[in-house]
């Protein structure tokens, strides 16, 4: 083993143990965020020592993480999403994702994660779409509300293989309170279809997913987030308590200056602004083709750095406009850009 893959190890190991529990993710989160620690120059100097490991596995050809929105329109309308203020609808063509994974698996791009913004089993051919994916040698995840995820649909996606992680967001544990946060979905039908899914996944003899379910901590949901836990933890590989974003302040009703128990993804304004690793490590391509280095300009979408139906994966990532976004991050100048200068995310490093 050398000596540059220990630390990469221990850092690995540190942050699966960390993830097994949401405290320990929390604590980790709020020390990563602590404007005293940001500010000190020993930290300035670590976020420019990953930054400058990123840009040299960029030059070296390493492919970024991929994200392919194969359908944008969603079922539900979750009070902390843009869905719930905005109609936004659109479905990848299937030529168009056949090209996208072609040109990845090519690229040496082993696994895709099939979901941005929308609800990926509302598309009539997402089973077509996976078979596609395990076709071309790569494997995949996703994200879901799993309000459509039916024992013949688990059953065919577990027996097709190439599924290696889903994360069910199910904002609620109390019908009251699942129900008003997630409506039109109801509480108890998607509680069942996970535990029958789960009990699927135990009698499935091949391999199966890795599963989480993650909860965005709000005002509704809050008083019963250690029940959820409670809840989820004997069942599921991981319970996620997210903090909710702002979507770059796209979301009217988010109020940007109040956490709700402490947690809010966004920074407050005492916290520096620092280099952020999404034009490094990866590319959201969203169902019309054009693609972003990340997900936090979801509703707008004007951080928008190419686009698949003119240009290759490859050509975007490599191209101007993803160096430019670079370079303006790598030389701490992240401020000068129109859409990452609003940004209140400082997306950890580790
Ligand atoms: S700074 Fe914000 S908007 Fe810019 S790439 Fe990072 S997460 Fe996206």
């Not at 304004?269 to 693609?291: E, F, H, I, L």
């Amino acid at each position: 083993m050398s000596g540059a893959t220990v630390p990469g190890t221990l850092l690995s190991r540190a942050r699966r143990l960390v993830a097994r529990s949401p405290a320990a993710v929390a604590l980790a989160k709020r020390v990563y965020r602590s404007p005293r620690l940001q500010q000190t120059a020993a930290f300035r100097r670590f976020v420019r020592s990953r930054a400058a490991g990123a840009e040299a596995a960029v030059q070296a050809g390493a492919p970024p993480q991929l994200w392919l929105e194969t359908v944008l329109t969603c079922n539900a309308r979750c009070s902390m999403c843009v869905h719930s203020e905005r109609k936004m609808v659109g479905v990848m063509s299937m030529d168009l994702f056949r090209r996208l994974v072609d040109e990845a698996s090519a690229w040496g791009v082993d696994s895709v994660c099939l979901s941005i913004y929308g609800e990926p089993m509302v598309d009539k051919r997402w089973l077509e779409r996976l078979q596609y994916v395990c076709m071309a040698g790569m494997t995949y995840s996703f994200f879901s509300n799993a309000s459509i995820l039916t024992p013949e649909l688990a059953a065919a996606m577990l027996e097709l293989g190439g599924w290696t992680e889903v994360n069910f967001s199910v904002n609620g544990f109390s019908k009251p309170v699942y129900e008003a946060v997630m409506p039109p979905l109801s509480r108890d039908r998607v509680y069942a279809n996970i535990e029958r899914f789960l009990e699927l996944r135990r009698a499935h003899e091949g391999e199966v997913p890795r599963v989480t379910v993650s909860c965005v901590t709000l005002a509704e949901n809050v008083h019963e987030l250690p029940e959820f836990v409670r809840f989820w933890r004997p069942r599921v590989d991981r319970v996620s308590i997210a903090d909710r974003t702002d979507w770059l302040g796209e979301l009217r009703k988010t109020d940007r200056a109040v956490p709700v128990r402490g947690r809010l993804r966004v920074m407050d304004d005492s916290q520096p602004q620092t280099p952020c690793p999404a034009p490094w490590r990866k590319m959201y391509v969203y169902a019309d083709g054009r693609v972003s280095p990340c997900c936090e300009d979801a509703a707008l979408r004007q951080l928008i750095l190419g686009d698949t139906n003119v240009q290759t994966l490859r050509q975007i990532y490599h191209g101007p406009g993803y160096a430019a976004l670079r370079a303006l991050h790598l030389h701490d100048r992240r401020g000068d850009h129109r859409i990452c200068g609003a940004c209140r995310v400082n997306p950890p490093w580790i």
